[in-house]
């Protein structure tokens, strides 16, 4: 029996030994040799560990962020943009526009030569005309458009700025120019066009798709004009871009552009660690990063606001001077330093230092105990009072910790004999009380959709916001509103500059309301990556961005 | 060998009939409509859902049912994913390949270190190579797999960046998905790249390979021992050393071989367990596999998911289990003619 088993063995045992052999070999040489295989593959492409899946592969329909930096800059272009520098207005797939004088029709000018995406699923047989501009918007104004409905018929963005009831029509005048006619002038209107949610796409496609019966196609299949084209996408996993080398604005540098789709905090960074992202949105541990020699930690600070709203229509808070008392007790650089570990800038009034309405020449309140006392007791509350301030127990863009951020109020407060009690709820009851004016005063925050001004006056304290419940300090000013209404009116940037100027003034003054925070957008980047991702405004955007292979060694 | 293998045969028939009701009784013991979660169909019309009913037979006795289940499950179809409403067949084939290659590597790797270090041990008996090769056995029996995945994550990629952190390959290769097993498709494909995507996949199967292999490997170590020890006692392993043989002919020629044959035995009990920790593993290495599948399938309630994962997985298991049995027996006349299966 034993010389059986002995003669079926040896073949077996041998072939098996030597497979082990084989790729333990392989295993082995594997780790040294890898490095310096990859390089090549990798210094013409960029991995970047996204937080999250895109909802839609059309900034159309949706308003999340997630889903705006995974698709909208890399896929597709808008009619008109935003420069980086400054957030002004400038050309895209318009090489110009011209606005009438009473400021209802807007004609843009396309550029030739548009090229669309060239993919597995579809050949453009044309450029770009004026014919895929009206494709694009008629989609979203029409809702007998044979697209309207496609994917749920919603529109967020679009609905939430008015659109269909402020665009009269569309008009094509000739292949390469388009006509807006408006109801009513809007300033506003082309940074709503600038936005990224503005994407053109492309009709001939959706007429490829109509013929197949295939129109859902349009939002999951995308082709666009921008700087990237979809190969893969696997939900959950990955998106992989290549490069589309037809684009209008030159060839990008990189080939290839993959999202890494890391939902967890801790996945992110040690992807980050161990080189196997180049770029991480959102990271933690902001000092490892700093402190690590291959690692950038960068902010842009965004537009939002954090602030603290007084309800003015009750009291104590009807009172101007007991306004400005309190806004004048509270640290707020001790807030960003604890709240924000120093890396937000300090709100001096509703605008950030980004934006081209800025005006460094409005005063704010700066810490001052003693100019606090002697406005309370001007007010005749020199004895001090006791008031409730409301904020919520979640985290926001604008605000990461409002608890925290109301017992440091607290604490400042108590300095001037005003007792604070803190009071929170649930995310949504929240916001509901807030809307019926429940409240005396509130930590909240406002993120802008655009870096239009407007967005923050209209929206937070206008008087028909008070009734559209958006603003929570029940303030209404005449003068105010006006100087809005007559900034929406003219688009002559140096004359809106100077009514939002005004308004800055009115609010400084009246004081419904205190700007403490604009916090900033967090990503960390290898060192060898170079060029411009963020942007204080919208989704991120590779276009400008390479690899410095030698900055790696 | 033909009543061998018809044994296994009705070994495997009734486990498979058993596997099956339970999996089938499981859509009724999860919470909501059984033939919802049998199908997975969330958004069914009422129309969708009468045809359904149908084609499930669920208004016929509970053994009708059953049968109907048996014939979609042994068409292939096992219903929608509840939260992605992909065909659960076409997940399973993306995703199980990934496991099985992570478990193949593991359990070569297990065999290849616990092997010769149980026979070491074994030819060394109680002496102090033997008791370290026994406790560090022991040490790598008891951690438990999730941490040591961490800790494998944080000393090879973290602290020294050796070895990637999660993943099957670097995202920048693009591998067509031939047979799923990736290292196979990379030399299948025509990518440029080919070679550097070879040694990219091989640098990301190293860590978690070696946590999964870590606990099989141990007791590979202490099968290797007993069944050496067991081997040197015998009569004829006497018989040869009183012929004069050398010590090295002694192990190399008569005991390695037949103590060999006595571990292969145990390859199949030990492959289900390197399943299980195949598992935990992929969720800790993002490896796209069945197991991180399946546990996310746990998390969104994905009740047919859950149910058809796992009866594709036991089945695997239990395949794997009976060709280690053939294999065995193919090697051991003895086993062919043991009277229970």
Not at chain 1, 197 to 206: P, R
Not at chain 1, 330 to 343: A, E
Not at chain 2, 170 to 197: P, R, V
Request: proline share 3%; with cysteine; glycine share 4%.
């Amino acid at each position: 029996m034993v010389t059986l088993v002995k003669r079926a063995k040896p073949i077996n045992m041998m072939t098996l030994l030597q497979k082990i052999m084989v790729i333990c070999l392989l295993l082995g040489g594997v780790s040294a040799c890898n490095q310096e295989g990859t390089l090549t593959l990798s210094s013409k492409s960029i991995v970047y560990c996204a937080e999250g899946s895109p909802e839609s592969f059309n900034p159309q329909i949706i308003t999340s962020g997630t889903t705006v930096d995974a698709t909208a800059n890399h896929l597709y272009n808008r009619l008109i943009t935003f420069q980086s520098k400054d957030n002004t207005i400038s050309p895209s797939i318009a090489k110009s526009w011209h606005v009438t004088r009473d400021g209802k029709m807007i004609t843009f000018y396309l550029r030739k030569n548009i090229a669309f995406h060239t993919t597995k699923y579809f050949t453009p047989t044309r450029t770009l005309t004026a014919d895929d501009v009206l494709f694009s918007f008629n989609r979203i104004l029409d809702k007998n458009h044979e697209f309207h409905s496609v994917s749920g018929g919603n529109y967020p963005f679009f609905q939430s700025v008015q659109l269909d009831s402020l665009i009269k029509e569309v008009e094509k005048i000739n292949d390469h120019t388009v006509r807006f006619k408006l109801y009513r002038p809007d300033s506003s209107f082309l940074a709503n066009l600038a936005t990224d949610f503005s994407v053109i796409l492309s009709e001939e496609y959706a007429q490829q798709l109509a013929k197949n019966n295939t129109h859902q196609q349009i939002d999951t299949s995308p082709i666009g004009t921008g700087p990237f084209k979809l190969k893969e996408y696997r939900v959950g996993s990955f998106i992989r871009y290549y490069r589309h080398d037809e684009y209008w604005q030159g060839k990008v540098a990189l080939d290839q552009l993959v999202f890494d789709i890391t939902p967890s905090n801790t996945g992110r960074l040690t992807k980050l660690l161990t080189n196997e992202c180049d770029v991480a949105a959102y990271p933690i541990a902001h000092k490892k990063i700093i402190e690590h020699p291959n690692l950038t930690l960068e902010a842009v600070t965004s537009f939002n606001v954090a602030y603290l709203g007084f309800n003015t229509q009750k009291a104590p808070f009807d009172n101007k001077l007991v306004r400005q008392a309190v806004s004048y007790a509270i640290n707020k650089k001790l807030i960003v330093d604890t709240i924000y570990s120093g890396q937000a800038e300090i709100a001096k009034s509703l605008l950030q230092s980004a934006s081209w309405a800025y005006d460094n020449s409005v005063v704010d309140q700066v810490y001052s105990i003693e100019k606090a006392k002697e406005l309370l007791k001007l007010a005749g509350f020199e004895d001090g009072f006791e008031m409730d301030i409301w904020a919520m127990n979640i985290q926001r863009p604008y605000n990461p910790n409002a608890l925290t951020m109301a017992k440091l109020i607290q604490a400042d407060l108590k300095e001037i004999g005003i007792k604070v009690n803190i009071v929170s709820y649930e995310w949504a009851t929240f916001l509901q009380r807030i809307k019926q004016g429940e409240h005396q005063s509130v930590l909240l925050g406002w993120t802008a959709d655009h870096p239009d001004p407007d967005n923050f006056f209209t929206s937070l304290l206008s008087c028909a916001s008070v009734n559209s419940g958006s603003n929570s300090t029940m303030w209404c000013n005449e003068a105010f509103d006006d100087l809005l209404q007559k900034s929406l009116k003219t688009t002559n940037i140096k004359r809106r500059k100077q009514f939002y100027s005004q308004a800055l003034a009115i609010i400084a003054q009246e004081t419904p309301l205190l700007p403490l925070a604009h916090s900033k957008r967090y990503q960390a980047r290898a060192n060898n990556v170079k060029g411009d991702i963020m942007s204080s405004f919208g989704g991120i955007n590779f276009l400008t961005v390479y690899k410095d292979e030698v900055g790696k060694e | 060998m033909l009543i061998f293998t018809l044994r296994r045969l009705n070994l495997f028939f009734f486990t498979m009939l058993l596997l099956t009701i339970l999996s089938f009784s499981l859509s009724f013991l999860f919470p909501g409509n059984a033939l919802i979660n049998v199908s997975g169909q969330i958004n069914a019309s009422p129309e969708q859902l009468i045809l359904l009913s149908e084609s499930y037979q669920s208004e016929s006795s509970i053994v009708t049912q059953y049968i109907s289940y048996l014939k979609h499950v042994l068409s292939g179809d096992l219903g929608l994913s509840m939260s992605s409403q992909t065909p659960i067949n076409v997940e399973i084939a993306d995703l199980l390949p990934a496991t099985i290659e992570l478990s193949m590597v593991a359990l070569l790797l297990a065999m290849a270190i616990g092997i010769p270090l149980g026979f070491i041990a074994a030819i060394k008996h109680n002496k102090s190579a033997d008791s370290l090769i026994l406790s560090i056995a022991m040490i790598g029996y008891s951690v438990p797999v999730f941490w040591l995945g961490l800790l494998a994550i944080l000393i090879f990629s973290i602290i020294f960046p050796w070895l990637p952190s999660a993943g099957q390959i670097s995202l920048l290769f693009e591998i067509k998905h031939i047979t799923g097993i990736q290292l196979i498709d990379i030399l299948l494909s025509d990518n440029i790249y080919k070679w550097q995507a070879f040694q990219n996949a091989s640098a990301h199967i190293i860590l978690p390979a070696c946590v999964v292999a870590m606990a099989p490997g141990t007791i590979f170590i202490r099968l290797a021992r007993s069944s050496m020890l067991e081997v040197l006692e015998t009569s004829y392993i006497r018989a040869a050393s009183a012929k004069g043989l050398t010590f090295n002919q002694i192990i190399f020629h008569h005991a390695i071989r037949n103590s060999l044959v006595k571990i292969i035995r145990h390859v199949g009990l030990q492959f289900a367990n390197l399943v299980t920790l195949a598992m935990i593993t992929e969720v800790i290495f993002s490896w796209p596999g069945i197991g991180r599948w399946l546990i996310d399938s746990i998390y969104q309630r994905d009740y047919t998911a859950i149910q058809s994962g796992l009866l594709v997985l036991s089945c695997f298991i239990f395949i794997v289990h009976i060709l280690t049995d053939f294999i065995y027996a193919a090697l051991n006349p003895l086993a062919r003619d043991s009277k229970h299966a």
